[in-house]
C-alpha cells in the first residue's frame, strides 16, 4: 500500500445512496423519462402500479402513495376521525412526527416507554399510559406503534392489551417497510399502517413520499378522498375537509425501479447486520431482533455508557455516526407538558444517552465494514 493510501482512506458514507444509483443505472432515467414524455405527474399511471405493486409485496389490501410519512400519520388519525379529549398513546423513544401528528388533529399524546433491547414499545408501559390518560380525563382512542430502527415491535404482546382496551393501533411502519413478524409484513399490521419513503429509509424515493395501507375498504375510499382536498365524484366535489397529500409521479416511478432491487437489497442489509453482531456482540450492546421478527435495517444501531466518547473517536477515524434520537420526546420543549406513562419513560431517556447508529446500507462492502469494526474496537477501549 503506498503512503498516500494509508493517509487519506476512502470516505465512508453513512447511507451510500450513489452506490444504489449507479446500480439502478439507465433503468432509473428511463423510468423519469417515461413520466417527462407522457405528463402526468399527478397521480399519474405510475402511482397506480407502485400502489398495487406495495400492496403485494406486504400482503394489504389497499396501499394509497401519499406525499410523505407524516401526512401518512395524519391522513390515518382524520380517517379514523380522532378528536380533542382522544389519547393517542406512543412511544417518547421515536422520531418527533409520530407525535406531531396526534397534536396536528387537536388529540393528546400520552407518552409510554420501550424495550431496552429492541427499543420498540414495552407492554407493561402502554398499560401504565393506558391508566394515565384515563385518569387525567382523556378517553384512549388509539396506540401508534412505531417499528423503531427497522424491526416490527412485538404485536403478539401489544395488540391483546389494544383490543381489551377498545383502542385501534396505527403502525408507524416509516422505518420497517420489508420487514416481517410471525408470517405479517409490516404494511399488513395494525387497522392502518403507514410508511415513509424519504431519501434514507431502506425503500426511499428521491424527495419526499409515503403510503398508507389497510384492509379496510372504507377507510382506504376515506384516504383517497382526503389526500385529494377531501374529493367525492370527482375533483370539484368536496365532501369532507381533506389536504393535498398525493404521491407525486416522478417519486412512483423512482420507487418502482427501487422496489425491484429491493428484496436484493434486504438480503445484503441483514448480512451487513450479522457480520457486525458477530464482530461487536462483546464489547458493546448490539440489537437484539426478537423470534419470528426480521429487520430491515433501516439502523443499525449499538448502545454503550461510553457513546460519547465513541462517537468522538469513530469521527476522528473518518467514521459517519448518527444519534438517534439525542433526547426522548416527553423531554422535548414541544411536548413535555403532555402525560408520560406511570414509569416515567426511563429506558428511553437512557437510550437517548447511549445509542449509536452506524454506517448501514446494502452497499457496505467487507473491507470498509472492517475499517468499522476495528474503529469501534478501538474507539470502545480508548
Ligand atoms: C418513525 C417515523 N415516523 C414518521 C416519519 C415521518 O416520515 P417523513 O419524513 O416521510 O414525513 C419518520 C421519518 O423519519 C419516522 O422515522
Not at 402502554?126 to 430502527?149: E, M, Q
Not at 403478539?156 to 383490543?163: K, M, N, Q, T, Y
Not at 408507524?172 to 420487514?179: L, R, V, Y
Not at 435495517?297 to 448518527?322: C, E, F, H, M, N
Request: aromatic share 8%; proline share 5%.
Amino acid at each position: 500500500m503506498n503512503a498516500r493510501a494509508i493517509a487519506s482512506p476512502q470516505p465512508i458514507e453513512f447511507i451510500d445512496l450513489a452506490a444504489q444509483r449507479r446500480r439502478l443505472g439507465p433503468r432509473l432515467d428511463a423510468a423519469i423519462a417515461a413520466v417527462l414524455d407522457h405528463n402526468r405527474f399527478i397521480l399519474g399511471p405510475e402511482v397506480q402500479r407502485l400502489e398495487r405493486a406495495l400492496a403485494a409485496f406486504c400482503g394489504a389490501k389497499h396501499a394509497l402513495g401519499v406525499s410523505n410519512g407524516t401526512d401518512a400519520l395524519v391522513l390515518a388519525l382524520r380517517a379514523k376521525g380522532l378528536t380533542t379529549g382522544d389519547a393517542v398513546l406512543l412511544p417518547s423513544f421515536t422520531f418527533t412526527a409520530t407525535a406531531e401528528v396526534v397534536c396536528l388533529v387537536g388529540a393528546t399524546p400520552v407518552f409510554v416507554d420501550v424495550l431496552p433491547d429492541t427499543f420498540n414499545m414495552d407492554p407493561q408501559s402502554l398499560k401504565l399510559g393506558i391508566s394515565a390518560a384515563r385518569a387525567a380525563g382523556l378517553r384512549p382512542a388509539a396506540v401508534i406503534v412505531v417499528d423503531l430502527f427497522g424491526q416490527p415491535a412485538d404485536y403478539d404482546a401489544l395488540e391483546p392489551i389494544a383490543r381489551e382496551n377498545g383502542l385501534w393501533i396505527l403502525a408507524d411502519a416509516a422505518q420497517s417497510f420489508g420487514a416481517t413478524y410471525r408470517a405479517r409484513h409490516a404494511g399488513a399490521i395494525g387497522a392502518i399502517a403507514t410508511t415513509s419513503f424519504f431519501p434514507a429509509k431502506p425503500l426511499g424515493c428521491y424527495g419526499d413520499g409515503g403510503a398508507v395501507f389497510t384492509e379496510d375498504a372504507e377507510l382506504a375510499a376515506t384516504i383517497e378522498s382526503l389526500r385529494f382536498h377531501g374529493k367525492g365524484t370527482d375533483k370539484y366535489d368536496n365532501v369532507r375537509i381533506g389536504m393535498n397529500a398525493r404521491l407525486d409521479t416522478l417519486q412512483a416511478a423512482i420507487l418502482l425501479e427501487k422496489l425491484a432491487i429491493f428484496p436484493e437489497e434486504l438480503v445484503a442489509r441483514e448480512r451487513i447486520a450479522r457480520r457486525y453482531n458477530e464482530a461487536l456482540e462483546s464489547i458493546v450492546q448490539v440489537p437484539r431482533v426478537i423470534d419470528g421478527a426480521t429487520s430491515v435495517w433501516a439502523q443499525y444501531t449499538v448502545v454503550t455508557p461510553r457513546r460519547d466518547a465513541l462517537s468522538a473517536a469513530l469521527k476522528s477515524a473518518g467514521i459517519p455516526t448518527a444519534i438517534y434520537y439525542p433526547r426522548p420526546l416527553h423531554r422535548q420543549t414541544a411536548y413535555k407538558q403532555f402525560l408520560v406513562a406511570g414509569n416515567g419513560a426511563p429506558v428511553s431517556e437512557r437510550l437517548s444517552a447511549e445509542v449509536l447508529s452506524l454506517p448501514m446500507h446494502a452497499y457496505l462492502d467487507e473491507v470498509t465494514q472492517d475499517r468499522i469494526i476495528e474503529a469501534v474496537r478501538a474507539g470502545v477501549k480508548a
